[in-house]
């Protein structure tokens, strides 16, 4: 599967990532969640989005929660906007 923009950023910098905890929070579409389980120290990902959440459900080194609300607090946050206001702003936030 190919890399949404924001993926293809972010998989040109994996060393960032190294021994991070990586919260993955938007409109997801592929697969970069799956590169990062060999760099960082854990990847969450946060989803409205049903039929991805479904779909990363599979991986088991991967925390996935689907729904309206993040119930934990992640350590850094990688995130594909849609042009709403972030609160609070994350690490990183690149439009899509």
């Known amino acids: 599967m190919s890399y949404s923009a ?3 950023i972010a998989a040109r910098q994996l060393e960032y990532f190294d021994g991070k ?3 993955l929070a938007g409109e997801l579409e592929d697969s970069f969640a799956t590169e990062l389980l060999g760099t960082a120290a854990s990847v969450s990902i946060f989803t409205t989005n049903l ?3 479904n779909q990363m459900q599979r991986f088991d080194n991967i925390d996935v929660q689907f729904g309206e ?3 934990a607090q ?3 946050i ?3 906007c849609t ?3 972030q609160k609070p702003k994350p690490s990183f936030c690149f439009p899509c």
């Open 78 to 80: 990688w995130c594909c």
């Open 51 to 53: 039929t991805y959440a």
């Open 83 to 85: 042009g709403q206001k």
């Open 6 to 8: 924001p993926s293809q």
């Open 74 to 76: 992640p350590m850094l």
């Open 21 to 23: 905890h990586v919260l």
């Open 69 to 71: 609300q993040y119930q």
